[in-house]
């Protein structure tokens, strides 16, 4: 066991974890941030999608290590008080997700493709969001959700 | 309910056992207010349009609810049904709120609590929206009147000189004579039965339903404070992680425990065929779980993913004739073309991005549990039993729900969190892995159907014999007008190696695929348009009318539509609602793979509550069916299988969901149908029909892979 430190939305964490620890499991059950989903174990599906440092990664497939010092932000720590993240919002206004079990990964890997892209083709979304599965079907609804927050964020307007 | 019944129920929708519920112990519970109480069998509300296609009788449906309009003025509506992602915590909401007049933000839905809620067999085969609606907006209405009546003693004013607005009772004449439901309700305790059809507002004057509305959940779900039975924490809670054969039917020959026992703070549990070690951090046992050294004596496979089909056909050695019309072998005789195939399916798994789990601690000798299902009250049966403990010594409680489509109807994970709750005398959570979801679902099952058509040179078909193998009859029976039809379903016990049940749709996904795949090639084989040739034989009004609507959404002209291009109709029926998909696709010809170009579906589902809701439901069915049609397949080798996580079991994604356009026949003043299930069930019939237009390769096997394609093109 050691101590590990880093940045949780926008809060300094120190965790006693095993450094091979896998982040998802951490952030679970030793921070108790359940937003983050467990849907493969092997990066197959998003549902665990965090930021490290604005760029979405897979939680399930990191050790605890990797993140010491660096800034993670988990689907709980994306609205400021009520008000909601663009893309959440988005999300809302296109009903863009059914179960809701895939949606926190969707909305953060969205969240990390516009730190790298603010301003996304279609084809680019769609690229950029291939490899987060949802089972209810909702990816028409997400594409449009992700274009329309971009949009947004760039100064036009959610439609 | 047992395992075989549900089984049963979903391929032969057979009776339904009734459980009668304590009202009593119920209304003690609820507290003041206004409380409806309502039931389908207690009072014949037809709320079914005369040719539904299944054939279930009202006696055997058990919904019950309860609706309380509370002192506080909101409104809790009690159900035994469950939110999945298909919405109906919305819908029903919706319904409620136009026939009691009051606003959304004033409804609390109760769903799924085996203590709260009255009882319920489950949620499936897409009944919410059928029979639900009528009796909530009955019992509105009861409430309504029940309201009036009492405003109209507190405001010394005539019934008929009042209205209901706003959650208020209003003067129609004085707008300042007014009194809040709350008010009116403050101290009282009424129960009413409903006992007569109330009056329920018509179409015309809908001011909610029919109006898209906004999931009521939608802010929990993106903000990460949705909670699933996963997520529950409890205190000194163990997560348990169980140590499972490689094969079903493996029998445990030697189990070693040595070095997962010597981890601190491990337990391990060997009892009654449980292995599981179990732990506060959910990485300490699961890696305790990998420490115990288990072999097993595997039986012989019967059957892999390739010689399942043979093996269906050799032992399925029961059937039974579910349609039969006319006389087939004579109209087979008489036909001037025979055209006989046989279409394949193979299994398919559920594959909720929520794997199974479940969550419980015990109060005492009460269970308390959370559990990822589609049946609570049928959980509560089975722990109960599994525990041999009363059935009110069990309680199972409202959670969000990651998917079900058929899957969650099976709970073993739910009697093996209770087992070892018990066994450690600690709260504890079982989440299944997925590598756990793939080995113990219950597979759409693998099927085989043949067909032998009689057609005439006109056109007209004249005979079909069908005979299902492991599908079911729903959804099958002929809309095409056959004079001489023989519909037959087997079966057998012993013909799957694992389990199978109930997935979106049951049957009627494999059935529908082959019915219209052979409808094109019985087209086909006399030089005919597929649309026309539907149009030629089909008379049903409604169906045609369905067709029509699909053809001049999508500006039908050809089923070819380009180089390498074409596209494929399907017409299903499923839960009383009628479905035509017309998608089109791209397919390559040097390597076979398909790219779905466009889909567009109609629907007659009656009255649609949500139009949102539906399309949005039938979106995801439609992209659902996509993975079905063109992807997945689980392989194995006997009861071993092979399939364990989405790296080998691929479904739809976001680059092959083409845009998607849903039209419905509107008939606002028509009872609701179903709208979850049904537009999926075309899927692959459209599918195989555009690639079978697009580059001539007819495959009659799904997944429609593109080595199958190259096959048939070779």
Redesign the interface.
Known sequence: MEQISFSLNNKTVKVEANPNDILLWVLRTKLGLTGTKYGCGIGFCGSCTILVDGEAMRSCGMAVSEVAGRQVTTIEGLAIGDKLHPVQESFVMHDAQQCGYCTPGMIMNAVGLLNNNPNPSREEIIEGMNENLCRCGSYRRITDAVESAAKQMNGGSNK | MKENQIHQLYFDNVDRPVRSINRRNFIKKLGGGLIIVFSLSSFAFKSRSEDDHDKRSDEELDLNAYLRIKEDGTVDCYTGKIE????VITSLAQVLAEELEIPMNTINMVMGDTELCPYDAGTWGSLTTRFFDPLLRAAAAEAKAELLKLASIQLQCAESELMNKDGFIVSKTDAKRKVSYAELTKGQKIVKTISAPPKLKKAEDFKTIGKPI??T????????????T??I?LPGML?AYLKRPPAHGAGLKSLDVSRAQSIPGVTIINEDGLVAALHN???IAEEAMVKMKAEWDIPEAKADTISIFEHILQTADSSRTTEEKGNVAAGLQEAENIVEANYLDGYKA??????HAATAKFEGDKLVMWASTQTPFGTREAVADALNIPLEKVHIKQI??????GGKIYNQQAIECAKLARLTGKPVQV?W??QEEFMYDWFRPAAVVKVKAGVQNNGRLSAWNFDIYCAGPRGTQDFYNIPNVKTQVFNGKNVHPFATGAWRAPGNNTTTFARESHIDVVADSLGMDPLEFRLLNIEDPKIRKTLQLAKETFGYTAAKTGANRGCGIAIGADAGTIVVLVAEVEVNPETGVVRPLRMVCAQDMGQVVNP?GAI?QT??????GLGYALYEDIEFTGGAVETQ???TYD?????V?P??ECVFVDDMNAPPQGGGEPAIITVGGAIANAVYHACGARVNQMPITPQRILEALA
């Open positions: 999945m992602g298909q919405g906004i999931s959940d939608a802010i929990k779900k993106v903000t990460g404070q949705a909670v699933y996963s997520d924490q997560y951090d959910p990485l559920h594959a909720s991005i929520e794997t969000f729900i990651g998917g079900g489509f989440a892995s997925r949102h949005v979106e995801g069915g439609l992209t659902m996580n989405f790296d479904i739809a994604k976001f680059a969901t845009p998607i």
